[in-house]
């Protein structure tokens, strides 16, 4: 019987799965990584990356570059003005009124709907999946938010069709997480799930009965999340730069995307470790010559900013 993919389509990292003798076993992509950042980028020669070579890149291409497409699946133009803000790349309005992508693709402008964007993470999935197995993939279920409304959730399956994915099932991502503890499998209760991703913080309270969950309510912060840490740790960066320099950085998209990235490499370092240094060469440059960052940041200098 062919297999069944199982995808978790994340704000900031996705995540695919198998069964394997009656258990999930997660797949590893091209690159050998159990997730693949929800990253897709246009080169200025027309090429299409997606995952770690888009992100990798991100630093000299930040208008072409689309990440956190997960905000803007299923929504209105009219309904997303604060997380257009959030992005470096241009959020259009489509002419059924959905919000859209607009990038440049060999000097021309060219516009993507969220789901056409999901779906070529989605692709490479896919074919990661299908040169790790040695067989095709037509089918998944495919992990959201509990919170989706149906027009987000129609997005999704739009996304794995457009892949080439026959959606079997849209699965809640509390139910998904409960399924994997084996929660299932226990007498009849009310369970809480915390969930704390790159881009938004949820809570799902789930009653359980005969094997079947029920969301009995959901809330959360759909902008609060791993992002937000290291957003606060990149301001900090800025504000000292600025500080010691008199160079604001605000206005440089590269020199920001490069921050962006040493303010994550720091946040996963202090959670294990108690002192991180902050070494950003050549930054920038003025009169006087080219100018570098190297900073200590401490573990209660984190917590005291976030």
Known sequence: ????????????????????????????????????????????????????????????NPQNTVFS?????????????????????KVVKAANGDAHVQVEVNGQKKTFSPPEISAMILSKMKADAEAKLGEKITQAVVTVPAYFNDSQRNATKDAGKIAGLEVLRIINEPTAASLAYGLDKKKDEKIAVYDLG???????VLEIGDGVFEVKATNGDTHLGGDDWDAKV???????????????????????QRIKEEAEKAKIALSSSQEYEI???????????????QKKVTRSKLEQLT
């Open 279 to 293: 070494n950003l060469p050549f930054i920038t440059a003025d009169a006087s010559g080219p100018k570098h960052i």
């Open 234 to 256: 990149m301001d900090w960066i800025v504000s000292e730069f600025k500080k010691d320099s008199g160079i604001d950085l605000t206005k440089q998209p590269d020199a920001i």
């Open 198 to 204: 790159g881009g938004t913080f949820d809570i799902s």
């Open 69 to 89: 497409i997960k905000r803007f699946m299923g929504r209105k133009f009219d309904e997303v003005h604060e997380e257009e803000h959030r992005v470096p790349y």
């Open 1 to 60: 019987m062919a297999k069944v993919l199982g995808i978790d389509l994340g704000t900031t990292n996705s995540c695919m799965s198998v069964m394997e003798g009656g258990d999930p076993v997660v797949l590893e992509n091209s690159e050998g990584a159990r997730t693949t950042p929800s990253v897709v980028a246009f080169t200025k020669n027309g090429e299409r990356l997606v995952g770690q070579a888009a992100k990798r890149q991100a630093v000299t």
